[in-house]
């Protein structure tokens, strides 16, 4: 599929200047690859994957799944599996049910990485790491206040428009406050103007596309509202629709592994720069759960051609990883408007890290040959990441892991 010359209008105002953090962790980097080595023997790490809520004994009374459910275990799989072939003697796969403190214990893990939405109810992305922080067992992942906000479209819309990123004009609707009625609702007035469509409806906690729907203009409104809200029974988002091309990129920590050599970068790594592929009838990326993510879904942004918006995804990845302090891996999700200005979806605060086969792959590993990165590299990275953001920031909650380093 041939890339084209991105239209990207400059917003320099919005998006300078650049936001670039100073060193948060000092030391030799050496010193990280022999704490590594020894870890890679004597860590015990569990590989979390969403529960399902109709095994038994996973959950006391079974509820609403406000967000999609997907168990992501063949995700977990292929991180285990390059978590083995790194060198981690000791990774097992557990599911995130009420049975995954007992489980911990009993296996004795000393890390557990987070790769489940949850297992049901509201804000589930928060459940696990809300669990192991009272277990005090570290993880691989978003703390809980930060993978709530993330997986909230709203409250991380509300974040950016602190921040000063470009977002669609939003807002939310519950039917609890009565029937949805655009035109006389002084907030969507307000909100959205002279615009009169056509808009987006989607939850404000989903995946995959799953209950996105393109509306027209606002008399369908009300209707499409009621549709989401029945699909989740949560609070639904309305926001403006961007007819121009879609991009992502994705956002890590400051150690990156290449070739299995490890770097401890200035600023957050930046990568996976891509623009989707969408087809002229395809108002909304098609689910990846009805098409898999595959090469002619994906085009790798060109350091020449695509100058101006790579630059411009850059700064935006940049600045949102510092000013909202993460400490994980995110995946952003952007669209430009028929002027080609650039505004920010949203955030995916646990990126499909799926291996790449022949098949099909993940829209976080395309970039990975280009850069010099296998996936072992993209996941020991991530590791390595964590164990020396705790290392040097969390000494008093991981005792445990600093004994297996004596
Ligand atoms: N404001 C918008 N304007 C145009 N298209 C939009 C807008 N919001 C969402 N979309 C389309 O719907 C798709 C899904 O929306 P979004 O990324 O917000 O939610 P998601 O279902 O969580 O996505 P993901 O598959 O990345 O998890 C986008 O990839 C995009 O194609
Ligand atoms: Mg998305």
Redesign the pocket.
């Known amino acids: 599929m041939p890339t084209q010359q991105a239209q990207v209008a400059v917003d320099k105002p919005a998006l300078s200047p650049k936001h670039s953090s100073p060193p948060r962790r000092g030391g030799r980097v050496e010193e990280l690859e022999l704490q590594l080595d020894r870890l890679r023997a004597r860590m015990r790490i569990a590989v979390v994957y969403g529960g399902d809520k109709s095994a038994d004994g996973s959950v006391i009374h079974q509820t609403r799944n406000p967000r999609s459910w997907k168990s992501y275990k063949a995700v977990a799989e292929d991180i285990a599996g390059a978590l083995e072939r790194l060198g981690f003697q000791h990774v097992i796969l557990v599911p995130d049910d009420m049975r995954l403190a007992t489980a911990l214990a009993e296996e004795n893990i000393h890390l557990a990485w987070l790769n489940t939405g949850g297992v049901q109810g509201y804000n589930p992305m928060s459940h696990a790491p809300a669990m192991l922080e009272m277990l005090g067992i570290p993880y691989v992942g978003h703390d809980p206040l930060i993978a709530g906000t993330l997986d909230n479209?709203h409250i991380f819309k509300q974040e950016l428009l602190y921040l000063g990123i470009p977002t669609?004009p939003f807002i939310t609707w519950h039917p609890a406050r009565g029937p949805f009625r655009p035109k006389v609702n002084s907030r969507f007035l307000q909100t959205f103007k002279d615009h009169w469509g056509p808009y987006?409806v989607?939850p404000v906690s989903?995946?995959?596309?799953?209950h996105?729907h393109y509306v027209e203009n606002e008399c369908d409104l009300p209707e499409t509202v009621e549709r989401v809200y029945e699909a989740t029974e949560n609070h639904v988002l309305i926001?403006?629709?961007?007819a121009g091309r879609?991009y992502c990129v994705g956002v890590g920590g400051m150690v990156v592994s290449k070739n299995r050599k490890m770097a401890r970068r200035r600023d957050p790594f930046v990568f996976a720069e891509i623009e989707?592929a969408?087809g002229p009838d395809e108002?909304?990326?098609t689910?990846?759960d009805v098409k898999p993510i595959t090469s002619d879904r994906v085009m790798v942004l060109d350091d020449k051609k695509d100058e101006i918006v790579l630059e411009q995804l850059h700064d935006l990845a940049r600045k949102v990883a510092v000013e909202m302090n993460l400490e994980s891996l995110v995946r952003l999700?952007l669209?430009s408007d028929s002027n080609g200005r650039l505004f920010v979806?949203?955030a995916?605060p646990k990126p499909d890290l799926k291996q790449p086969c022949e098949k099909s792959t993940s829209l976080i590993c395309t970039t990975l040959p280009k850069i010099g990165m296998d996936y072992e590299d993209l996941i020991l990275s991530v590791l390595a990441d964590r164990i020396d953001l705790l290392l040097s920031q969390r000494r008093g909650s991981v005792s445990h892991l600093m004994a297996l380093l004596d």
Do not use: C, W
């Not at 989903?206 to 799953?210: K, V």
């Not at 926001?239 to 961007?242: A, G, I, N, P």
């Open positions: 479209k669609a987006i989607k989903g995946r995959a596309s799953l996105v926001e403006t629709y961007l879609e989707r969408i108002k909304i990326f689910s990846m999700d669209r979806l949203e995916n």
